[in-house]
């Protein structure tokens, strides 16, 4: 139909320019609070060693953990639950969105996004833990941190990562027997098994985005 088309035509060239403003909104955010972090340092620690550079990585950090674990676990989630209920019958047709979950289970992937969150902060804030790998990885012979080696170990962690939800992917299944002996495809159970691997992926690609970011804090600033 022509007006579909047009309204399709208007919606893609919108695209760019509310990408642009979402990017200049997030370096304005991250600009302010690392100013603000700064400021508030400075007036009631005055004595704090913290450098500014390590408030640089605690504000990016944060920034990753609360908004891009639980962004990308949206994301991963949706995709993965359309892709594995669109090839199987254990949802009735038309349920492509996934179910909304209860209240115990909300609460409980809230915990787990929190949990996830805090892990991040505590294992990729502080830049001294990004000088210490650095040093293991120079005292083990695979040289100096660069790049490439930063780009391999996000690889290795996403695959192990990934390996380690495959089997505990089919554990679950294993231990998760119906009434007659056979696996159940109760649609609610599969969305909190694929919430849950998608979790894994999530929090490994995030903690990889820290990486990124400390990494490029040592190496320019």
């Known amino acids: 139909m022509p007006g ?6 208007r919606r893609t060239a919108r695209s760019p320019f509310l990408g642009m403003l979402l990017a200049l909104g997030a370096i304005a955010l991250v600009l302010g609070a690392f100013l603000g972090t700064l400021i508030l340092i400075n007036r009631f620690w005055p004595e704090s060693a913290i450098t500014a550079e390590e408030v640089l990585n605690y504000v990016l950090v944060a920034g990753i953990a609360g ?5 990308l676990q949206y994301r991963s989630f949706r995709h993965q639950h359309g892709l594995y209920f669109g090839a199987s019958d254990a949802q009735p047709a038309g349920q492509a969105t996934p179910i909304r979950p209860t209240l115990t289970v909300s609460a409980a992937r809230l915990a787990w996004l929190l949990a996830g969150a805090a892990l991040l902060v505590l294992a990729f804030g502080p830049l001294s833990h990004l000088d210490r790998l650095g040093g293991w990885l120079q005292d083990s012979g695979l040289g100096p941190l660069s790049l490439r080696l930063v780009e391999w170990l996000i690889v290795l962690g996403l695959a192990g990562c990934f390996l380690l939800a495959g089997g505990l992917s089919a554990l679950y299944q294993r231990l998760r027997p119906s009434k007659h002996g056979q696996l159940t495809g109760d649609p609610q159970q599969e969305n909190q098994r694929i919430w849950l691997i998608c979790l894994t992926g999530s929090l490994a690609l995030s903690g990889g985005l820290c990486l990124v ?3 490029l804090i040592r190496r320019f600033l």
């Open 213 to 215: 970011a400390g990494f």
């Open 4 to 9: 579909k088309s047009v309204f399709s035509e």
């Open 67 to 71: 908004v891009g674990l639980p962004w």
